[in-house]
Each structure stands twice: as structure tokens, then as C-alpha cells.
């Protein structure tokens, strides 16, 4: 049983650019939650997809969104980067649908914006 | 808005002892109440959970209680060690809600 991977580790972008970060689900898990950390911080809740729909979203811009695909895996594309969005993205996958499962995370991408 | 409340403050504790960490909560009350571990540039690894109408659970050394009255959870590291170093964040789930609110964890650091 494989993990919760992320792709990339390291990230160096310039204000203005775009970026796309991946994540592999854990085998058997059909719900992708994506969480921003800024340093110092817990992690903030940008959106959930289940079974390649959005299934909730947190105060995040419109910039923000994504994709999960139907073997669950999931992207985040973050447009028109800024300053603020430097932070360590988090990915967790769970069983099912909804906060109640344990989450399983990955070990995140540091984006870090220019 | 809701609040999720943990101490800024490292705990700097001796090995062998038990180590307390408190997550105080303002407003609604939770459904559910999750403790997760952090190191340095990792994920979150989930530790334990606990539902509004539990008051307490225990998970090998571990010890999570949850008063809805006080709007508080207690986690307990008995027998500390050092590998227990890390940063805990609680996290909580509301009715009605898909999402895990996190607190901004609390360093706890075991000294041999």
C-alpha cells in the first residue's frame, strides 16, 4: 500500500506566474482534501474533491482551484500567484467524503513566490 | 468567527514525564475532534479521534479528553520521549461540514 504522494517537493515561482501541484492518493481512497500552511501556522483548508467533484471549499479565491481525476489523483492550480501564496501545500486523502475519516497526508510542496 | 486555541508557547518537558497540551474552542461546539503529530517539513500524521459525546480516549501512551462545556480538549503524552519532539495540531470537524479546522499547533520537546 503506497502513500500519499506529492509533486513537486520545492517550488520557485515569480508573482503573477501560475503553478499546478500534484498528489497521488492512497490506494483505496476516493477523497482528496488540499490544505495551505504558512510557516508558524496550522493548516487552512483550501478544498476537498470526492470522486472528481468539488465537495466543499474554504475562503480561498477563485484563483485557486482544481481537478481530481478518475483514478482519484488530484491537481491544485494556484493562477496569478502573489507574495502571500508562498507556504507549504498539503494534500490528505481519506477513505470517503467529509472531515469524520482520518486524513491522510502527504509531505507537502514548499511554494515559494518571488 | 470560530476560534481554535492552542498554546504559542513550546513545551519544553523531561523525559518520563507526561506532557499536556490544551485546544481551547470559541463559538460552536464540534462534531468530532482529531490530534495530529507534525515534524519538521512533514505532513500532519493523525494520532486520534474523539466525538462530542465522548469525554475520553486513550491510544497506547496517548490520552485525548474532550469537555463541550468548557470548549476544551486535553492531549496527554504519558511517559514522555525524546522521539516524541514534534508539533501537535488539534483539528476540529462541525456538523454540517466537510473540512478539518486546524489550530496552530504547539511544540512540545522532550529532554533526555
Known amino acids: 500500500e503506497t502513500g500519499v504522494t506529492q509533486s513537486p517537493t520545492h517550488l520557485i515561482k515569480t508573482r503573477g506566474q501560475q503553478v499546478t501541484l500534484r498528489c497521488s492518493s492512497q490506494s483505496g481512497h476516493n477523497t482528496v482534501s488540499w490544505y495551505q500552511q504558512a510557516l508558524g501556522q496550522g493548516p487552512q483548508f483550501i478544498f476537498q474533491y470526492y470522486r472528481e467533484e468539488e465537495n466543499g471549499r474554504g475562503n480561498f479565491p477563485p484563483r485557486f482551484s482544481g481537478l481530481q481525476f478518475p483514478n482519484y489523483s488530484s491537481e491544485l492550480n494556484v493562477n496569478a500567484l502573489e507574495l502571500d501564496d508562498s507556504a507549504l501545500y498539503l494534500c490528505?486523502?481519506?477513505?470517503?467524503?467529509?472531515?469524520?475519516?482520518?486524513?491522510?497526508f502527504g509531505p507537502g510542496t514548499r511554494l515559494t513566490v518571488l | 468567527s470560530q476560534k481554535i486555541e492552542q498554546n504559542s508557547e513550546a513545551l519544553n518537558i523531561q523525559e518520563g514525564k507526561t506532557a499536556t497540551l490544551t485546544c481551547n474552542y470559541t463559538?460552536?461546539?464540534?462534531?468530532?475532534l482529531q490530534w495530529y503529530r507534525q515534524d519538521p517539513g512533514r505532513g500532519p500524521v493523525f494520532l486520534l479521534l474523539?466525538?462530542?459525546?465522548?469525554k475520553e480516549k486513550r491510544k497506547e501512551r496517548l490520552k485525548v479528553t474532550f469537555d463541550t462545556t468548557l470548549k476544551q480538549s486535553l492531549f496527554h503524552i504519558t511517559a514522555s520521549q525524546p522521539a516524541d519532539s514534534a508539533t501537535y495540531l488539534c483539528a476540529l470537524t462541525f456538523y454540517g461540514n466537510n473540512r478539518l479546522a486546524f489550530g496552530k499547533g504547539n511544540q512540545v520537546v522532550v529532554i533526555p
Open positions: 490528505a486523502s481519506s477513505l470517503t467524503a467529509g472531515a469524520v475519516n482520518e486524513q491522510f
Open positions: 463559538n460552536y461546539s464540534p462534531a468530532y
Open positions: 474523539i466525538r462530542e459525546n465522548e
